[in-house]
């Protein structure tokens, strides 16, 4: 009989998923070993834990720059949405360093159960930034969309909302969106029109 994993993202779960969209989930970066899983409805525990997924960390290979990850979104290559919030924890020295140039980008964030200012702190240690609203900056940084999307969920409580622009790769990038939105958002800002499927980041 198939084994199926629930995945639980700040109180809401999501799946079931099969081991190999588990394997896949892992490889992308958007299922980490802290990641709290059940199996079959049974009691959730961190990923690593559980001895079908555990390989799957092992095998991980080395972040490479700008990863295609869900829920980072090239505009050219639509994926699958995912439920957002379990994120890998990339540091600054781990670089992802998208490329020679900094990329630009835009952070708009939805604050509701902690303060801005911890948020803005750390977007102004990222590079060049300025607050175009109380809650929107523009920022120039050499890292990733998935390491600035990483480093910021870090600022978050879990109802506070993320959504990233890289205006110079055409990306997207967010925390603690729906799947409903994630679809409707992905429907946009794709240029083909994808065959959407319940996901899991």
């Known amino acids: 009989m198939p084994q199926n994993w629930i995945v639980s993202v700040g109180g809401r779960t999501y799946g079931p998923f099969t081991a190999a969209q588990m394997e896949g989930f892992a490889n992308e970066g958007r299922l980490v070993p802290h990641s709290l899983i059940a199996r079959d409805g049974g009691p959730f525990g961190p990923a690593a834990q559980d001895p079908d997924l555990a390989p799957f960390f ?5 972040p490479e720059p700008a990863p295609q990850s869900a829920p980072v979104v ?10 957002q919030g379990s994120v890998a924890s990339f540091g600054r020295t781990e670089a992802e360093t998208a490329s020679e140039e900094p990329s630009h980008y835009v952070i708009v964030a939805d604050m509701k159960s902690r303060s801005i200012s911890g948020l803005e702190e750390e977007i102004l240690s990222l590079g060049p930034a300025y607050a175009i609203t109380p809650q929107t900056w523009v920022l120039s940084t050499e890292l990733s969309i998935t390491v600035v ?3 910021l969920v870090q600022k978050l409580g879990k109802l506070d909302l993320l959504f990233v622009i890289d205006a110079t790769h055409d ?3 967010w925390f603690n969106y729906s799947p409903e939105q994630e679809v409707r958002v992905r429907r946009v800002w794709s240029k083909v029109s994808p065959a959407l499927a319940h996901t899991f980041g």
């Open 149 to 151: 999307r990483n480093l």
């Open 74 to 83: 090239a505009a050219e290559e639509p994926q699958s949405p995912a439920p």
């Open 58 to 62: 092992a095998a991980q290979p080395a």
């Open 171 to 173: 990306k997207i990038a």
